[in-house]
T-cell receptor, first 118, second 114 residues
Framework: GAGVSQSPRYKVAKRGQDVALRCDPI?????LFWYQQALGQGPEFLTY????????KSGLPSDRFFAERPEGSVSTLKIQRTQQEDSAVYLC????????????????FGAGTRLSVL | SQKIEQNSEALNIQEGKTATLTCNYT??????LQWYRQDPGRGPVFLLL?????KEKRKERLKVTFDTTLKQSLFHITASQPADSATYLC?????????????FGGGTRLMVKP
């Protein structure tokens, strides 16, 4: 597609339920990022993939959060045993690796998945 | 601690005026600073990027300045229009490595009244 696609757009989960959020990046984009955005706040970094390799997962808030990108394109963010504090918008972004001498790291975002944990 | 501060209060201005948004940071030495626009229910959209060795960058009605001594960036929208109403986010990229994550400020909501 032309842009980053995320599904579902909205997810309501009962506390303790597992959820899986999907991201389809822009075709050919090597880098993929997941961010968490609380209401009225800026996005906060969760994890980063370059192709299928997860190079940085320092932002994942707990071991209940797990992300994968097995074939270097589609990525899934999984949250196990959801808690109320997990309620937020989860944004996915992709970017290409610039081949000139000055990488720019411009990121293209999806519309996000709004997760509400009851 | 490391901080990126944007005015959390909404900025209300009259159509046609220039909107100026501020991004201040501490304890960072970013290689790049980016500005994004976010509309309700949407993801952020890239607007402008400025490098650490650049003082000013322009694009149509948008202008960004970057003062690494003051650790501040200003984002200006001239001849503002109601369609410019949105939340504006500044984001820092600390290194020259492709693919590094961005660190965002909390955003400033701009309301342009007709």
């Amino acid at each position: 597609g032309a842009g980053v696609s995320q599904s579902p757009r909205y997810k309501v989960a009962k506390r303790g339920q597992d959820v899986a959020l999907r991201c389809d990046p822009i075709s050919g984009h090597v880098s993929l990022f997941w961010y968490q955005q609380a209401l009225g706040q800026g996005p906060e970094f969760l994890t980063y993939f370059q192709n299928e390799a997860q190079l940085d997962k320092s932002g994942l808030p707990s071991d209940r959060f797990f992300a994968e990108r097995p074939e270097g394109s589609v990525s899934t963010l999984k949250i196990q045993r959801t808690q109320q504090e997990d309620s937020a918008v989860y944004l996915c972004a992709s970017s290409r690796l610039e081949i000139d001498s000055r990488p720019k790291n411009i990121q293209y975002f999806g519309a996000g998945t709004r997760l509400s944990v009851l | 601690s490391q901080k990126i501060e944007q005015n959390s209060e909404a900025l209300n201005i009259q159509e046609g005026k220039t909107a100026t948004l501020t991004c201040n940071y501490t304890n960072y030495s970013p290689a790049y600073l980016q500005w994004y626009r976010q509309d309700p229910g949407r993801g952020p959209v890239f607007l402008l990027l400025i490098r650490e060795n650049e003082k000013e960058k322009r694009k149509e009605r948008l202008k960004v300045t970057f003062d690494t001594t003051l650790k501040q960036s200003l984002f200006h929208i001239t001849a503002s229009q109601p369609a410019d109403s949105a939340t504006y986010l500044c984001a820092l990229d600390m290194t020259n490595n492709a693919g590094n994550m961005l660190t965002f400020g909390g955003g400033t909501r701009l309301m342009v009244k007709p």
